[in-house]
C-alpha cells in the first residue's frame, strides 16, 4: 500500500502507564499489524483495534498483562559458529 509517508514516518509507538490495565501500540511495520489483527481476531477480550489511520497505520488496545518486551542477548562467536555448522550439517541455508 503506497502511503505518501516515508520509512522515517513509518513508525511504531508503544503506550502504557504504569496505573492503566491496557497498552496502546500504534504501528505501520507489517508483520506486527498481521500478528496483532490475528491475535485480536483470536481473543477479543483481551486484544482489539482501535483505530486505522487511512495511511497504513493501525491502532490496538492489548490487555497489558499480555504485553512483554523481550530483550536477548547477541550470540558469541563460539555459539554462533556452533549454530551455523549445525545449519549446514542439516542443509539449512543462512538469512538473507
Do not use: W
Request: charged letters at 35%; one cysteine or more.
Amino acid at each position: 500500500m503506497k502511503t505518501g509517508l516515508t520509512k522515517r514516518q513509518k513508525t511504531t509507538c508503544i503506550y502504557f502507564d504504569e496505573a492503566s490495565k491496557t497498552v496502546e501500540i500504534q504501528t505501520h511495520n507489517t508483520a506486527l499489524k498481521k500478528r496483532l489483527t490475528q491475535y485480536a481476531a483470536a481473543y477479543p477480550d483481551l486484544c482489539k483495534q482501535t483505530d486505522d489511520d487511512e495511511q497504513g497505520g493501525l491502532t490496538f488496545e492489548i490487555d497489558r498483562r499480555r504485553f512483554a518486551v523481550r530483550l536477548t542477548a547477541p550470540y558469541s562467536d563460539e555459539r554462533r559458529h556452533a549454530a551455523s555448522e549445525l545449519a549446514k550439517k542439516n542443509g539449512l541455508k543462512g538469512r538473507v
